[in-house]
């Protein structure tokens, strides 16, 4: 019971409180709020999103970041019809999309892990060069009529009431929370995260492993880039322009430190749940997308102030009990 009590002192259990609330008041909004159909399209408006946030957990636990990620989705799609337009079969192009996601993930590694630079540097020229090369690609046309198959994987249910895109979470989900709480990987990332010097003399691989941390956010980010050009039926050179805001604010917001270390996937998951719910509440009250964007770049902003003041407020507690006990031991 004690233990129990002390979850819901912690970040993750205020955030499972005001999910309730915002699930609460959700419902009282509409009746149709709790229906499996408005719960499944609650996913699917920013199922790319939430794909993407996963794999940014892995990067912001290790101290890092990337704000190349919706660039890279939008330069995989836009490789995608590019060379669709060119007669390249689409298998084909999905492939040569995913590889070039891995690699420029796998060249953004290269720079900050082998050569040492700022993560912030290097993706933020990599959000402005991947962005260019999507542009250069297509210019200001867009590109559909995709093949049948390929608009039902982004539109259609696949199993049950469930679209391909969201049965994709749920598998990534699971195998993200064993590889962070359950493999040596996973301790891994926490420990170069909470100090890369003393992982490297602790013999942890420093160099390997954030080039594969790296690697696999171009990867599922092209993934999702691919996944989002099957949802909207077209590309264009602009396709997930500025979702790196709510990717990030997902995963800060749930209680990941952006200094690196901390944080869990069961408190991103519950971030997720939260920022879905509340986008669908604003649009339910009808506000409009400027509002909804101001309010999830708050969102943001607290994230990092009220996690990390929260931290300074229990370290100056303790301090002060361990003085006081010091005192009355004399």
Known sequence: ?????QWFKSWEGLLFVLLLISVVVNALLTPYYLSVNNIINLFMLSIEKIIVALVMTLVIINAEIDLSVASIMGLAACILAFLWERGVPLPVGLAIGLAAGALAGLFNGFWIARIGLPSLAVTLAGLIGYRGAARILLEDRSIGDFPEWFDRLGQQPLIGPLPFALILFVVLFVVTLILLQSSGFGRYIYVIGNNRDVAGYSGVKVTRVKLLIFVASGFISALAGLLFAARLGAVRGDLALGFELDIITMVLLGGVSIFGG????????????????????????????????????????????????????????????????GAETE
């Open 262 to 325: 901390r944080g869990s996937l069961i408190g991103v998951g519950l971030s997720i749940l939260l920022i879905l719910n509340l986008r669908n509440g604003m649009a339910l009250a009808n506000m409009s997308g400027h509002i909804q964007t101001g309010v999830i770049g708050t969102l943001l902003i607290l994230s990092v102030l009220v996690p990390n003041m929260a931290q300074k407020v229990q370290d100056t507690w303790r301090r002060r009990q361990y003085v006081q006990s």
């Open 1 to 5: 019971m004690q233990r129990s009590l």
